[in-house]
């Protein structure tokens, strides 16, 4: 989908339309979730602190988001692919794969699958997408980017290795901006530059993800669409207000993030053998520890003496915190994963 949240909302308040807008993000420590195209041309992105959304565009509307009707227009959207497959990878509310080799519209060619496809959803929700079609999950996600908003680009297996050969590194999906660093570090530019180092090299500097590097760039992606993925991980996860630096603050901050994640837990009726702590630094560095346990962890007593045993465990890592995180894993359902395991919010301490 086309800046999903905020097409929503210019879609449901006409004074919004053509305006720059970003959902989320009004406070002084908020997080915008979405840009409209309107904003992004001053620079303006997901995940960026609201502040400095405005900074780019003093004219910049914040939007608080209306979470349950996205997810109802994700259901609308959801139900036009099962018109042509059943084979439907969700990725998040507003993204994707789908398996439309055999469809069941018989239509023989992808291209057209994805034109019917964006004018389905067009007619059902007054929404724009845009979509990537290829022989592999990869390039159809490199694709689905290429002319947002309302675009639709194909990468034939003739085309594929010079397209990819001309891509840049930063462009990879599965290239974050500290691979990248590292990459153009080692004198990695675009595909043709990665193309050059071998298996072997790769491994040795990026690990296990050496091995995806070697293989996507030469255009090879044999991971399935898979329509039952597992949800691993169920958390939340929110940004402060103001900085906190000891652990006399944080612990009043936490003990309230804990009483949301076991309603989390306690809704879904699912329990993980791993209980994670995630704290981003004001200077947006980002510590995880975890304590595992050989049991299911269920009640709320044993989850906060693991998160305060963790957080004074590692109260000399950090000069100051602007985010904090609970994430059970290790968990006890395996659940279909049909949306994002982990609740973010904005928190105005």
């Given at each position: 989908m086309d800046a999903f949240y905020a097409s929503v909302e210019q879609r449901d308040n006409p004074d919004l339309?053509?305006?720059?807008?970003?959902?989320?993000?009004?406070?002084?420590?908020?997080?915008?979730?979405?840009?409209?195209?309107?904003?992004r041309v001053f620079g303006v992105r997901s995940a960026m602190p609201g502040y400095m959304a405005k900074q780019l565009?003093?004219?910049?509307?914040?939007?608080?988001?209306?979470?349950?009707?996205y997810q109802e227009v994700s259901r609308q959207i959801r139900d036009v692919f099962r018109e042509f497959t059943d084979l439907i990878e969700p990725l998040s509310l507003d993204e994707a794969f789908l398996d439309v080799t055999v469809n069941k519209k018989q239509i023989p060619y992808g291209m057209e699958v994805a034109q019917e496809i964006m004018n389905r959803v067009l007619a059902e929700t007054q929404l724009t997408c845009s979509a990537g079609v290829s022989y592999c999950k990869f390039l159809a996600?490199?694709?689905?980017?290429?002319?947002?908003?309302?675009?639709?680009?194909?990468?034939t297996p003739q085309r594929a290795e010079a397209f990819l050969e001309k891509l840049p590194v930063k462009d990879f999906f599965g290239v974050g901006k500290v691979t990248a660093k590292k990459m153009h570090e080692m004198g990695i530019q675009n595909g043709a530059d990665l193309k050059q180092f071998s298996r072997l090299e790769l491994l040795k500097n990026f690990g296990k993800r050496g091995d995806f590097y070697y293989n996507i760039v030469r255009g090879i992606d044999d991971r399935p669409v898979n329509a039952h993925r597992i949800r691993k991980s169920l958390g939340v996860e929110r940004t402060l207000e103001n900085n906190l630096s000891t652990v006399e603050e944080i612990t009043p901050v936490l003990l309230r993030i804990i009483d949301t994640f076991c309603e989390r837990l306690q809704k879904a009726d699912n329990y993980g053998r791993t209980i994670t702590l995630k704290l981003k630094t004001?200077?947006?560095?980002?510590?995880t520890r975890s304590h595992s346990k050989s049991y299911f962890i269920r009640k709320k007593e044993d989850i906060t003496d693991i998160a305060l045993i963790l957080l004074k465990e590692n109260a000399t890592a950090f000069n100051k915190i602007r985010l904090i995180g609970l994430t059970a894993s290790n968990l006890e359902k395996e659940q279909n994963d049909n949306t994002d395991g982990q609740l973010k919010f904005d928190w105005n301490e």
């Open positions: 339309r053509g305006k720059p807008i970003a959902v989320g993000g009004s406070s002084r420590r908020g997080v915008t979730t979405t840009a409209s195209y309107e904003a565009c003093p004219e910049l509307i914040f939007v608080p988001p209306r979470f349950e009707v996600k490199v694709a689905s980017g290429m002319k947002k908003p309302n675009g639709l680009t194909i990468i004001s200077d947006f560095q980002t510590l």
